[in-house]
């Protein structure tokens, strides 16, 4: 029997999957990583804890008898992150991450160089501090003898790929988020990286999500357990992977990932750039797919900080339930999710989080709830975007990641979005879909498409209620007037 791995570089986390031939998910395991915050706004980590990660995980998932040969290897994690090699592959700084916020003038920058809306043509998307292009100007401006050391430039998980191969490979999926791809094209955009001074040759290969990017190592297969010649394929972005997991990947059907942050995925048969930039296009991790998404970068990680901060020995199902029991809209109390800054709709890493309208009436309930419809809000405001551009049609919405286990937080989304949600049998996120892409590039099935197929199917629905969505109706406006009116509060402190 074959068998196929998904590894997933999280940010929090490597997390190794093994499925079967039938898509049975056969053993998982998972390695927690470091996470350092420096200064204010930085967000880093050590590119040697991903691999130390990636051996760990991998042997907890191969202990043991299995009865057949794992076929292949998918790689999927955290997008835009900068992860700098120099000439004899060693690394040159720590990783600079998808949530750091340090880039704001490189951004401006960016801008200046190509034209705003030249960079959304090409890359479809407007410079924002989380991806990769403006952390590499950054080091050039701040760690001018790092910068003169590049010799490669990769994102987390192909680090890992290569520590696996000895090869240098990149997805479409995973470089569209670069800021240094051409979507349309589906490869690296020379006029960017010439207006940007960036050097072609510190980029590696770009590979659709099946294609066999380079083999299992002997040295990796010593450290891993992996036979030596294992293929690894491309795989792709963590979102694009989750996308898979869950069957998101044709016109229709869109994914929804309540994790730490929340992204709203909508599938595309061509390639679409909302003008504005406000929604990112990307690659999909299927050929000759793309897809639009919009990001609010603290959506279950809201919830965490909440847990964390008021109650931090409940556990979440504890601290949930007495919310249940507290109406819709928490008593006049609304909650701001932007706690890292935001994305989706507003770019802007300065933006902060907030309680309004907080009485004396208002209890830990009501604080629970609110953060709950906070975050429900912000997807709708991705949910908008989408409608508005009128790119990608939106039939069902799949539902997944750890905040979609809450039934409480389900049946307020469904009510803040009146749309049926859907979860499905595949509950391993984009592990899952990263094993489903290797599976292709074995040959155990003939596309994703059929991989899909095979392995994902519908398990339950909740569906909005008529009463709570007029109620919910009449509360988003009041949410959406947060952000302007303490923009300006929010700036003059985050700047304190």
Same mark, same amino acid.
């Given at each position: !029997?074959?068998?196929?791995?998904?590894?997933?570089?999280?940010?929090?986390?490597?997390?190794?999957?093994?499925?079967?031939?039938?898509?049975?998910?056969?053993?998982?395991?998972?390695?927690?990583?470091?996470?350092?915050?420096?200064?204010?706004?930085?967000?880093?980590?050590?590119?040697?804890?991903?691999?130390?990660?990636?051996?760990?995980?991998?042997?907890?998932?191969?202990?043991?008898?299995?009865?057949?040969?794992?076929?292949?290897?998918?790689?999927?994690?955290?997008?835009?992150?900068?992860?700098?090699?120099?000439?004899?592959?060693?690394?040159?700084?720590?990783?600079?991450?998808?949530?750091?916020?340090?880039?704001?003038?490189?951004?401006?920058?960016?801008?200046?160089?190509?034209?705003?809306?030249?960079?959304?043509?090409?890359?479809?998307?407007?410079?924002?501090?989380?991806?990769?292009?403006?952390?590499?100007?950054?080091?050039?401006?701040?760690?001018?003898?790092?910068?003169?050391?590049?010799?490669?430039?990769?994102?987390?998980?192909?680090?890992?790929?290569?520590?696996?191969?000895?090869?240098?490979?990149?997805?479409?999926?995973?470089?569209?988020?670069?800021?240094?791809?051409?979507?349309?094209?589906?490869?690296?955009?020379?006029?960017?990286?010439?207006?940007?001074?960036?050097?072609?040759?510190?980029?590696?290969?770009?590979?659709?999500?099946?294609?066999?990017?380079?083999?299992?190592?002997?040295?990796?297969?010593?450290?891993?357990?992996?036979?030596?010649?294992?293929?690894?394929?491309?795989?792709?972005?963590?979102?694009?992977?989750?996308?898979?997991?869950?069957?998101?990947?044709?016109?229709?059907?869109?994914?929804?990932?309540?994790?730490?942050?929340?992204?709203?995925?909508?599938?595309?048969?061509?390639?679409?750039?909302?003008?504005?930039?406000?929604?990112?296009?990307?690659?999909?991790?299927?050929?000759?797919?793309?897809?639009?998404?919009?990001? !609010?970068?603290?959506?279950?990680?809201?919830?965490?900080?909440?847990?964390?901060?008021?109650?931090?020995?409940?556990?979440?199902?504890?601290?949930?339930?007495?919310?249940?029991?507290?109406?819709?809209?928490?008593?006049?109390?609304?909650?701001?999710?932007?706690?890292?800054?935001?994305?989706?709709?507003?770019?802007?890493?300065?933006?902060?989080?907030?309680?309004?309208?907080?009485?004396?009436?208002?209890?830990?309930?009501?604080?629970?709830?609110?953060?709950?419809?906070?975050?429900?809000?912000?997807?709708?405001?991705?949910?908008?975007?989408?409608?508005?551009?009128?790119?990608?049609?939106?039939?069902?919405?799949?539902?997944?990641?750890?905040?979609?286990?809450?039934?409480?937080?389900?049946?307020?989304?469904?009510?803040?979005?009146?749309?049926?949600?859907?979860?499905?049998?595949?509950?391993?996120?984009?592990?899952?879909?990263?094993?489903?892409?290797?599976?292709?590039?074995?040959?155990?099935?003939?596309?994703?498409?059929?991989?899909?197929?095979?392995?994902?199917?519908?398990?339950?629905?909740?569906?909005?209620?008529?009463?709570?969505?007029a109620t919910y109706d009449e509360l988003y406006p009041l949410y959406r007037h947060l952000y302007p009116a303490l923009t300006g509060l929010s700036h003059s402190l985050a700047r304190r």
């Amino acid at each position: !029997m074959p068998y196929l791995l998904g590894i997933d570089v999280s940010t929090t986390g490597v997390k190794a999957l093994l499925i079967d031939g039938s898509g049975d998910v056969r053993r998982t395991g998972t390695t927690e990583l470091p996470l350092s915050t420096p200064r204010p706004l930085w967000s880093e980590q050590d590119p040697a804890d991903w691999w130390r990660g990636t051996v760990n995980s991998i042997r907890q998932v191969l202990e043991g008898p299995l009865g057949g040969d794992v076929a292949a290897v998918g790689l999927t994690g955290q997008m835009h992150g900068l992860t700098l090699l120099d000439r004899d592959s060693g690394v040159l700084r720590p990783a600079i991450l998808w949530n750091d916020q340090r880039t704001g003038p490189q951004c401006d920058d960016i801008r200046q160089r190509l034209g705003k809306d030249r960079l959304i043509e090409l890359t479809g998307n407007d410079a924002l501090a989380g991806f990769t292009a403006p952390k590499i100007l950054w080091v050039r401006e701040h760690e001018p003898q790092v910068f003169a050391e590049i010799r490669q430039i990769l994102l987390p998980k192909d680090y890992v790929r290569f520590c696996l191969t000895g090869d240098y490979a990149t997805d479409r999926a995973g470089a569209a988020g670069t800021l240094l791809l051409n979507v349309e094209t589906r490869d690296w955009s020379e006029e960017v990286l010439e207006a940007l001074e960036i050097p072609a040759e510190w980029l590696p290969p770009t590979h659709e999500g099946q294609e066999i990017t380079g083999r299992i190592s002997a040295d990796a297969a010593e450290a891993t357990g992996l036979r030596a010649g294992t293929p690894v394929v491309g795989g792709g972005g963590d979102q694009a992977a989750q996308a898979v997991g869950v069957g998101a990947i044709r016109p229709g059907i869109v994914a929804l990932t309540l994790g730490t942050s929340g992204v709203v995925f909508a599938s595309t048969g061509e390639p679409f750039v909302d003008p504005e930039g406000r929604l990112h296009a990307f690659c999909h991790a299927v050929p000759q797919r793309w897809h639009l998404m919009g990001v !609010m970068l603290s959506a279950a990680g809201s919830l965490r900080w909440y847990r964390d901060t008021v109650a931090p020995q409940a556990d979440y199902d504890a601290l949930l339930a007495p919310a249940s029991s507290v109406e819709i809209g928490s008593e006049g109390l609304l909650f701001l999710p932007y706690l890292t800054g935001e994305r989706t709709p507003h770019p802007d890493p300065l933006a902060r989080g907030a309680f309004v309208g907080l009485t004396v009436r208002h209890t830990q309930a009501h604080l629970t709830r609110a953060v709950l419809e906070g975050v429900a809000f912000g997807l709708r405001d991705n949910f908008e975007l989408i409608r508005e551009v009128g790119a990608a049609e939106i039939e069902e919405v799949r539902i997944s990641g750890g905040g979609a286990r809450s039934d409480l937080w389900r049946q307020i989304i469904a009510n803040v979005l009146d749309a049926d949600l859907v979860t499905v049998n595949t509950t391993e996120g984009a592990a899952y879909g990263a094993a489903l892409l290797a599976g292709v590039g074995a040959g155990v099935w003939r596309d994703v498409s059929a991989a899909c197929q095979s392995t994902v199917s519908r398990t339950d629905v909740t569906s909005p209620q008529g009463e709570a969505v007029a109620t919910y109706d009449e509360l988003y406006p009041l949410y959406r007037h947060l952000y302007p009116a303490l923009t300006g509060l929010s700036h003059s402190l985050a700047r304190r």
